[in-house]
């Protein structure tokens, strides 16, 4: 019969004691190497955050204190026809540019992913857009879109058609802006070469054992696969499009024209901000869009269950 050796209870109590120090002191150097994010985090978002909160319940502006009104500031907005009129042009923008991004984007992609000479040099030059600072995009667009000299129009006269008067028009403003958002893709268009780069060729193999063609292959393994990716770019492309503020109103010069046609949601809160200097109006404005980014990501994140699709699921 094996005798057990009798265990050393002080000796086990000291090494535990050691490893609790060891432990106590690796998360004090991890607190204190996250430290400045998290300070930074707290004084720059978290603060102004609640900051903000509390400004949209009062009559707050640059040049006076102001006074506690509830949610008169949020009233008032129901009433006001401009904030309508940002909301409608917002989501029109939205509606349209999402989806023709993911469309365009992934077409590109599949396309600069074709195993070809030069394919580097194509990708290089649907990227460079994205490298052309916002401002410099719509000064260069303000041209080529000009009714009177405009390239665009130049093209559609030497074919016969009469060109719109695309920015100067209440029709056609909007969807100039969305051809001028569509330009600057390329980002995107990486990361859908990225996805399509990560799909296992083995997919690719046992459609064409099963004799599917190349649609059946987009169909049935590309697209599906490429789901996480159209998911990723789906939340933030509605996010950055309901945040429209640059391009409008560089081709405005802050007004909006025509007809208010492309007074955008950040545009009328950056105007009350700091052209009319109603912070309390502007922070309920910003309260507002951040409650709706926050359901409609929400809403996606919820229905990405039945249609994002993981390899190896």
């Not at 989806?99 to 030069?118: E, T, Y």
């Amino acid at each position: 019969m094996i005798k057990s050796e009798p265990i050393n209870t002080e000796h086990v109590k000291m090494k535990m004691r050691q490893k609790g120090r060891r432990l106590h002191r690796d998360n004090m150097y991890g607190w204190l190497f996250a430290s400045p994010w998290i300070i930074g985090l707290v004084v720059f978002f978290g603060a102004p955050l609640i900051s903000s909160l509390y400004f949209s319940l009062t009559t707050y502006s640059i040049l006076q204190p102001g006074e506690f009104v509830g949610f008169q500031n949020y009233a008032g907005l129901m009433k006001d026809a401009v904030f309508w009129t940002s909301i409608n042009n917002t989501i029109y923008f939205v509606v349209f540019f999402v989806p023709l991004s993911i469309f365009f984007g992934v077409a590109l992609a599949m396309l600069l992913n074709m195993k070809i000479r030069g394919m580097a040099v194509y990708r290089t030059i649907f990227f460079l857009p994205t490298l052309v600072p916002a401002v410099a995009m719509a000064v260069l667009w303000m041209w080529l879109l000009n009714p009177g000299f405009g390239l665009v129009n130049g093209i559609l006269d030497g074919m016969g058609i009469q060109g719109p008067a695309w920015l100067g028009s209440e029709t056609w403003s909007k969807p100039s802006l969305i051809l001028m958002s569509l330009w600057g893709i390329g980002q995107s268009v990486v990361i859908y070469l990225a996805g399509l780069n990560d799909i296992s060729s083995d997919y690719y193999e046992a459609a064409e054992i099963d004799g599917a063609g190349w649609f059946s292959k987009v169909k049935s393994v590309t697209l599906p696969l490429l789901t996480p990716v159209i998911f990723y770019n789906l939340v933030m492309g509605v996010i950055n499009a309901f945040q429209q503020f640059t391009l409008p109103y560089t081709l405005t010069n802050g007004q909006g024209t025509p007809a208010d046609s492309m007074k955008f949601y950040v545009m009328y809160l950056y105007d009350n901000g700091f052209k009319f200097f109603k912070m309390g109006y502007a922070s309920a404005m910003a309260w507002i869009l951040f409650i709706i980014v926050m359901v409609l990501t929400a809403v996606i994140f919820g229905s990405s269950k039945k249609w994002v699709h993981y390899q190896g699921e």
